[in-house]
């Protein structure tokens, strides 16, 4: 068993909380039990597994997945899971996986998210979850948004990171451009339009536009939509977060779609 924070293989897998690392390495993290078992449950390959005595008590017929799972697996004590983990109170396995290369959206598709300058990890993930509840066919996210690999954003998709087409993409405008010309109608969202998002005709294949947590779209991305909405609020409230924005015009756009 692995006890020291010092151990080679552990401040490694500590560089991982780096994004630099990550895209170094082709490596990142896999905190928590649910995590690894959503990635067991896909067949997504594991590098090296962590898990503390308590854990293996805890959970002995996951462990025997994991086993098959991974490329090395190691028992360490519970302050070396403290020290790779990134979050306070880890629940006692943390894994690393290689960055595969994730199936991006089709185009084109009844209904993709795009998504500009997103910095939030938490919004991000929360939008993945719900995109994946709601039946949407996959989401693109600007270079310049965080990772889809922070390990924020897979907590926070719950999982449903490993379930849902995905793409990063350097020009967002030229995709755009590109669902356009397949005949897919493109929307976004601004406070000053007149059209509520319940008044649009969802049925068609759909893009949903939805631009940064606090500057919102580019009046470049903006133009580019074939319509632009507002979702309806109270006069005392200014903004929706960009996550509950996603899923109320996702949610409008499957129950129509259905």
């Known amino acids: 068993m ?17 994004p630099k690392e990550r895209r170094e390495t082709q490596l990142f993290l896999l905190e928590g039990t649910h995590l690894i078992q ?34 090395r697996l190691e028992s360490v004590g519970d302050e070396v ?5 990134t979050t306070v109170n880890p629940d006692g396995i943390v894994a690393t996986a290689p960055r595969l290369a994730i199936a991006p959206p089709p185009i084109p598709a009844n209904l993709t998210l795009v998504l500009s300058t997103i910095q939030d990890p938490g919004n991000l993930g929360t939008i993945i979850r719900t995109a994946a509840a709601a039946g949407v066919d996959g989401l693109w996210v600007s270079q310049d948004s965080v990772d889809l690999d922070n390990p924020k954003v897979l907590r926070a998709s719950a999982g449903q990171w490993f379930r849902l087409a995905m793409g990063v993409s350097d020009d967002l405008a030229a995709l755009v451009t590109s669902y356009q010309n397949q005949g897919v109608q493109v929307i976004s969202t601004t406070s000053t ?14 893009l949903i536009l939805l631009g940064n947590e606090g500057a919102g779209l580019s009046q470049d991305l903006l133009a580019l939509a074939d319509l632009q909405v507002k979702i309806p609020m109270s006069a005392t409230v ?6 509950t924005s996603a899923a109320l015009l996702s949610y409008e756009a499957r129950r129509q779609q259905h």
Do not use: F, G, M
């Open 2 to 18: 692995l006890t020291s924070t010092q151990n080679p293989l552990i401040k490694q897998i500590k560089k991982l909380h780096s």
């Open 238 to 243: 200014e903004s929706l977060n960009v996550a």
């Open 193 to 206: 339009a007149e059209t509520s998002y319940w008044d649009v005709n969802w049925r068609s294949p759909t």
């Open 81 to 85: 899971i403290k020290a790779i983990a």
């Open 38 to 71: 959503e990635a067991c449950a896909v067949n997504y390959p594991l590098q090296t597994v962590c898990y503390t005595p308590t854990w293996e008590a805890r959970y002995p017929e996951l462990l025997s997945i994991v086993a098959e799972n991974c490329h």
